[in-house]
C-alpha cells in the first residue's frame, strides 16, 4: 500500500503543464522504441525501459525518476533538466546527462 502511495505522489508530482505528444509516449511505452519522439516534460517514472530506443529523443524536462534505462539507445537525445533521480543509467547515457545538466543522484 505505502509503495502504491509513492508510485501516485511521484506520478502526479512529475505531471507537467507541457503538452506531449500522446502517440509517441504509448509508443514508446509499448514498443521501447521512439527515435527523434519529442518527449519533454513526459512522466517516465519507474518505467522500464531497459534496451529502448531513444535515439535523439527530447527528454527535456522529462521525469525519469527511478526509470530502467540501462541498455538504453539515448545517443542525440536531448536530456535538459531531465529528472533522473535514482535512475540505472549505462555509464556512457549518465556522463550525457551530466553534460547536458540533467538532475540527478549526487
Known amino acids: 500500500m505505502r509503495n502504491t502511495i509513492i508510485f501516485f505522489t511521484l ?3 512529475s505531471l507537467s503543464c507541457q503538452a506531449i505528444d500522446v502517440y509517441e509516449y504509448n509508443q514508446l ?7 527523434q519522439c519529442d518527449l519533454s ?7 522500464n525501459l531497459s534496451h529502448a530506443d531513444l535515439t535523439g529523443a527530447d527528454l527535456t524536462e ?3 525518476m527511478y526509470a530502467d534505462l540501462t541498455g538504453a539507445k539515448m545517443q542525440g537525445a536531448i536530456m535538459l533538466k531531465a529528472n533522473m533521480r535514482g ?3 549505462d555509464p ?4 550525457m546527462a551530466i553534460e547536458q545538466h540533467a538532475i540527478l543522484d549526487k
Open 11 to 13: 506520478l502526479f508530482s
Open 87 to 89: 535512475a540505472k543509467l
Open 29 to 35: 511505452l509499448k514498443n521501447r522504441t521512439c527515435p
Open 62 to 64: 522529462a521525469n525519469l
Open 41 to 47: 516534460g513526459a512522466p517516465l517514472t519507474m518505467v
Open 92 to 95: 556512457q547515457a549518465r556522463k
